[in-house]
């Protein structure tokens, strides 16, 4: 690694005072590389090619290389994903193949013994082969492989459960294997969701990519015991608890990153459904600026985060980012002279310098009793991960109206909707409307792929109908997705922020004590230049970000 550092600086790659910043916090093995690209100092390709002038071998630029099944068939993908290898080229007896590492003589050696030919080796970047494996390399035929082998196995041997072979972890058992290429499969498919949903024939998989579920699996419903009963054995769940819902959560190691997954059952008429989220903590370190807030409701959200007290509430529907923007807001406000405490159900993303606290209900740890403790605590920002009931809601806003910044969600649809639903679970309209700060209401729509974005002009007639502001005289260039290799065909890659930030003013407190309906808050929102979410998403489709459709889809 010293010699890969020393050709680095020597290429004029990375200053030589970088690299022996880098060198003295992250030390010189691997963990150099990776510090060196997650800081944007130099990037995959700037890598591969130090590689390659190191070792002495050739670097193959796969930006926009096209490979043929026949060249992809000499190597078998479960090695290809072992050895971080793929066959690119063939000639009459030799096969070149990409590779992060081509002093790799194990490698060289099984793909020599496999395909019978000369291995030449060259050095491929990171995110490129990443991207051949996303496209060429996918699991699913060996995900369907290993279901026939499973099902195979139970049909065999039908007076055999798979608990037994399980608890062994047997690395090479059928069931292993499939559980974890699936998890693998996930995460490289960039799903926040695995839904495992058993039927009267067949156990389908399903993965929620960018908001939307797709279809991935379809297997024999034989596999459907010894799938489950491997995820619960990995999750610490009871598994001979079959008649009501479980949780768990489990830690996966993928490509040097810790990645967690939480686990929840639920019993239904064909057996257990199993819901895995995804929670990659890597990727959740985010500035306010990634939240992609329009310019007046950033300044509008800041200047409520940045209250000595107050409440601020975001609401909108489960999986539409409410706790990454809370998060957000903690890492923005937090600092060693405040002391922040967060009480959640579950925690989902561990954060350093930060007092978390996880409910459990069946210890008598619920968010009411957890708060009353808390407030004891001396806390001067808190998080509490959900309002639900009338006493959560209560101590909550007496925490904000005695001196602390408190952070929380809600359930609703829009930003007014958050004063109605605050008093109809019980709260006193007068403590409602002097402890709110402000409410973001928010959604998640899918990001246009940049790569394969197609630019086009929408009728007049059509963006009068939708509300579309636009000048008639002036159509705008509008984006719709096509679909490449680098979004798996669906036009979209990523998701961004639709927001509604409402700010209490003297006139809304007014209408919120005198109990006033929540269209007559809206009505004086929007009075008061509130954005709508609709309103919002039309200028992110206005910037290219986004689709007319993926507007419709998720906001009112």
């Not at 139970?154 to 290429?181: H, I, K, M, Q, Y």
């Not at 695995?194 to 998989?205: A, D, F, K, R």
């Not at 300044?299 to 990454?324: E, N």
């Not at 729509?445 to 059509?462: D, G, H, I, N």
Request: charged fraction near 25%; charge should be negative.
């Amino acid at each position: 690694m010293r010699g890969l550092a020393q050709t680095l600086v020597l290429t004029g790659a990375v200053r030589a005072a970088e690299m022996s910043a880098a060198m003295a916090q992250v030390g010189e093995g691997p963990e150099l590389q990776q510090h060196l690209v997650s800081s944007n100092i130099v990037t995959e390709a700037q890598i591969a090619e130090a590689v390659a002038l190191h070792t002495g071998h050739r670097y193959y630029d796969m930006g926009e290389v096209e490979i043929s099944p026949e060249i992809l068939a000499l190597v078998p993908g479960h090695l290809c994903r072992r050895y971080q290898l793929v066959p690119l080229d063939r000639s009459r007896n030799k096969v070149v193949v990409g590779m992060l590492d081509p002093t790799d003589i194990i490698a060289i050696d099984d793909i020599t013994s496999i395909t019978d030919l000369q291995v030449e080796p060259v050095v491929v970047a990171a995110d490129a082969l990443r991207q051949v494996f996303e496209r060429y390399l996918r699991s699913d035929e060996e995900l369907s492989d290993l279901s026939e082998q499973i099902g195979e196995s139970a049909t065999s041997s039908p007076g055999v459960t798979f608990t037994e072979t399980l608890e062994e972890g047997d690395a090479d058992a059928p069931v292993v294997r499939f559980v974890n290429l699936l998890i693998t499969q996930a995460i490289n498919d960039r799903a926040s969701d695995i839904h495992i949903e058993p039927g009267e024939h067949q156990l389908t998989v399903r993965f929620r990519i960018d908001g939307v579920l797709h279809e991935m699996q379809r297997a024999d419903r034989s596999i459907q015991d010894g799938v489950i009963s491997r995820l619960k054995i990995m999750s610490a769940i009871d598994i001979a608890e079959r008649r009501r819902p479980q949780d768990g959560r489990l830690s996966v190691s993928h490509e040097g990153r810790q990645i967690d997954v939480r686990i929840a059952t639920l019993p239904t008429v064909w057996g257990e459904k199993i819901v895995m989220r995804i929670l990659d903590n890597s990727g959740q370190v985010m500035a306010m600026g990634d939240l992609r807030f329009s310019a007046q409701n950033e300044k509008r959200f800041r200047a409520a985060v940045s209250r000595p007290h107050g409440m601020i509430l975001v609401t909108g529907p489960t999986g539409s980012g409410k706790s990454t923007t809370l998060y957000t807001a903690l890492r923005t406000i937090a600092n060693p002279r405040i002391n922040v405490i967060t009480v959640e159900d579950p925690v989902e993303y561990r954060i350093p310098g930060i007092n978390q606290v996880q409910v459990n209900n069946r210890a008598g740890l619920t968010f009411a009793n957890a708060l009353r403790s808390i407030l004891r605590s001396d806390p001067d920002v808190l998080l509490v991960g959900e309002i639900r009931d009338k006493e959560t809601a209560v101590i909550s806003i007496e925490a904000a109206l005695t001196g602390h910044l408190v952070l929380s969600t809600l359930h609703t649809n829009d930003a007014p909707s958050a004063l109605t639903r605050l008093t109809e679970i019980g709260t006193e309209p007068f403590l409602v409307a002097t402890a709110l700060s402000a409410v973001v209401a928010q959604r998640l729509a899918r990001r246009l792929c940049l790569r394969c974005r197609e630019a086009y002009t929408e009728p007049t007639a059509v963006l009068q109908a939708l509300g579309f502001p636009h000048d008639p005289d002036d159509v705008p260039e509008l984006f719709h997705a096509k679909g490449c290799a680098a979004c798996s065909g669906t036009g979209y890659r990523g998701r961004l922020g639709l927001h509604e930030v409402m700010t209490m003013t003297d006139e809304m407190e007014q209408l919120v004590v005198t109990r006033a309906t929540g269209t007559a808050m809206r009505a004086l929102a929007l009075e008061q230049s509130m954005t709508t979410l609709r309103d919002d998403g039309w200028s992110k489709v206005a910037q290219g970000l986004t689709t007319i459709e993926e507007v419709l889809r998720v906001a009112v």
